[in-house]
């Protein structure tokens, strides 16, 4: 069975620092691009991070730029987003989601999910 | 950097009726990546369909998505009862990804 399982939100001051976590299973890993996708409470959706299945290729949309880092540890099958400089619009359910299928020569950039975790809540206040 | 509208944002409707729901881009969506999700709440969100018509596994056949574009339409022939939840529409067809801000589908 696909699974995704965040892990690591709470409760962070501003200007603090949090690193989130995502277990996959079920599929394999280093195939397979992954996102990170927000909701603020009683919000949309918006999408924040992706990498590709490799690891090697990373964006970020321009409301993290410079504060927020994807990576991969394909041997955890593990998705990471690290969170520094946080501020109070970041409070948000943090979903990893699984995206489009890379080879060995190709990954896009852009992709639907179709397999998305439960979600992790990251509350960014003093 | 691509806006989806969806519109309407609440509709009201009754078990067994149909359910027409809109999204508006305001540039051209390249080779009709356009994707619906459905999300209930406390819970994550489900694809529904991508390519803009073409359903995700398991989803069934009242759901069904239509346009290109500029216009998609995402449509629910009967409804019923575990259907009512907000849907969002996302394109991938060009940097950065963006969703639309949501319908939400409630009884009536």
């Known amino acids: 069975e696909l699974q995704l399982v965040e892990s690591g939100g709470g409760l962070v001051q501003p200007g603090g620092s949090l690193r989130l976590s995502c277990a996959a299973s079920?599929?394999?890993?280093?195939?397979?691009?992954m996102s990170w996708v927000r909701q603020a409470p009683g919000k949309g959706l918006e999408w924040v991070s992706a990498?590709?299945?490799?690891?090697?290729?990373?964006y970020y949309a321009d409301s993290v730029k410079g504060r927020f880092t994807v990576s991969r540890d394909i041997s955890k099958n593990t998705l990471y987003l690290q969170m520094n400089s946080l501020r109070a619009e970041d409070t948000a359910v943090y979903y990893c989601?699984?995206?489009?299928?890379?080879?060995?020569?190709?990954?896009?950039?852009?992709?639907?999910?179709?397999?998305w975790g439960k979600g992790t809540t990251v509350t960014v206040s003093s | 950097e691509i806006v989806l509208t969806q519109s309407p944002g609440t509709l009201s409707l009754s078990p067994g009726e149909r359910a027409t729901l809109s999204c508006r881009a305001s540039q051209s969506v390249s080779s009709s990546y356009l994707a619906w999700y459905q999300q209930k709440p406390g819970q994550a969100p489900r694809l529904l369909i991508y390519g803009a018509s073409s359903r995700a596994t398991g989803i069934p056949d009242r759901f069904s998505g239509s346009g290109s574009g500029t216009d998609f339409t995402l449509t629910i022939s009967r409804l019923e009862p575990e259907d009512f939840a907000v849907y969002y529409c996302?394109?991938?067809?060009?940097?950065?990804?963006?969703f639309g801000q949501g319908t939400k589908v409630e009884i009536k």
């Open positions: 989601a699984k995206g489009t299928y890379c080879s060995t020569t190709s990954c896009s950039k852009n992709y639907y999910m179709d397999v």
């Open positions: 996302q394109q991938y067809g060009s940097s950065p990804m963006t």
């Open positions: 990498i590709s299945g490799s690891g090697g290729s990373t």
């Open positions: 079920g599929f394999t890993f280093s195939s397979y691009a």
